[in-house]
């Protein structure tokens, strides 16, 4: 009976020893032996980074994968932009015209093509590993679910600015601009497909449809041709940056307001009042382009409140506040808020 009970302490001893250890040990994965075997070309798309951290394995990772789209893709297309003046009925003006390219920024966008993560950590080395990859066909999959939903909403509104070329060019220009976005979207999307399936075609009508938005924004811009007048208390550099900014989107401004289908009103108010030692304004302006039946545009905002002790700084402080609000939001209501 000692024996036997001496034989058994041994085995639990070894196993203990050995057993023990050996099995709480997690087995090297195989793609961190052999990366290429597991998530290689032809099905994958895939990077494999080490680092201290696990979050900055992964990040190293999808830097590499983003680089890889982000290379790719530039070298099939290239982005440019010109200016072309053109002369109309003896009048000279200017248009912005953008060639179909573009340059592509994939690390904001990769998540949605499929991209997955395998993770493992050597704890001898103190090091963690991190795989990023794309199963080129889930991938291609979702590409074409984003694809139909984006040319989807391009058709509606590509459609509705047809129907509106002729009687309203200048509501036709705002279809269009947002029929522009997600025709980027789309060509986007296309071009990804074209790296994880090359052998998919798209439609030669899409790609014309929507490749032909900037010829077609440069022929109605000069039929929209809008007199712009101001309301309320006048600011020449107000007035001039609004100017500016439609002018820059191709649109011809005429100071009239006769003999124009379109007219735009610029209308600001300081509100300024006192109190005999400071003076404090709450200021607004509005700015609305209409024809002879309705307003097609509107744009409001009520600044915050100012103060001041001299007049002049404070009227200096509202024209700042009011320059700073048009920059920023006036032309991405225009073409969002349609």
Not at 135 to 152: P, Y
Not at 245 to 258: D, H, P, W
Request: hydrophobic share 40%; net charge neutral; aromatic share 14%.
């Amino acid at each position: 009976m000692i024996r036997h009970f001496k034989k058994k302490a041994v085995f639990v001893s070894l196993v203990f020893a050995f057993g023990g250890f050996g099995f709480s040990k997690e087995a090297v994965p195989n793609w961190v032996k052999n990366f290429n075997l597991v998530y290689g070309a032809p099905d994958y798309i895939g990077y494999m980074s080490t680092a201290s951290s696990r979050d900055e394995a992964r990040e190293k990772s999808l830097d590499l994968l983003a680089n890889y789209f982000d290379a790719s893709i530039q070298s099939q297309t290239n982005s440019s932009s010109f200016m072309a003046e053109e002369s109309r009925n003896g009048e000279m003006s200017w248009y912005k015209k953008n060639v179909v390219s573009r340059n592509v920024s994939v690390k904001s966008d990769v998540e949605f093509f499929g991209i997955e993560y395998e993770f493992y950590f050597d704890a001898k080395k103190q090091v963690h590993y991190c795989a990023a990859f794309i199963n080129k066909v889930n991938a291609t999959k979702l590409i074409f679910q984003r694809m139909s939903k984006s040319k989807k909403s391009f058709l509606g509104y590509y459609n509705l600015a047809i129907e509106k070329e002729k009687k309203d060019p200048f509501s036709a220009i705002r279809y269009y601009a947002k029929a522009s976005v997600f025709a980027k979207e789309y060509i986007s999307l296309a071009e990804h497909l074209s790296l994880l399936s090359p052998k998919t075609e798209i439609p030669k009508s899409d790609s014309e449809k929507m490749l032909g938005i900037d010829a077609k924004v440069s022929r109605l811009t000069p039929q929209a041709a809008i007199g712009i007048f101001t309301e309320g208390e006048s600011n020449g550099a107000i007035e001039t940056m609004v100017r500016d900014i439609f002018a820059n989107e191709g649109f011809v401004l005429k100071r009239t307001r006769q003999d124009e289908d379109y007219l735009m009103s610029i209308k600001i108010e300081k509100n300024i009042v006192s109190d005999g030692e400071v003076f404090t304004a709450t200021p607004s302006i509005s700015i609305e382009v209409f024809d002879k039946e309705e307003i097609l545009f509107g744009y409001s905002k009520t600044l915050g409140r100012s103060k001041a002790f001299a007049e002049r700084t404070l009227e200096k402080q509202i024209e700042t506040k009011i320059l700073s609000e048009i920059k920023d939001s006036l032309m991405r209501e225009f073409y969002e808020n349609i």
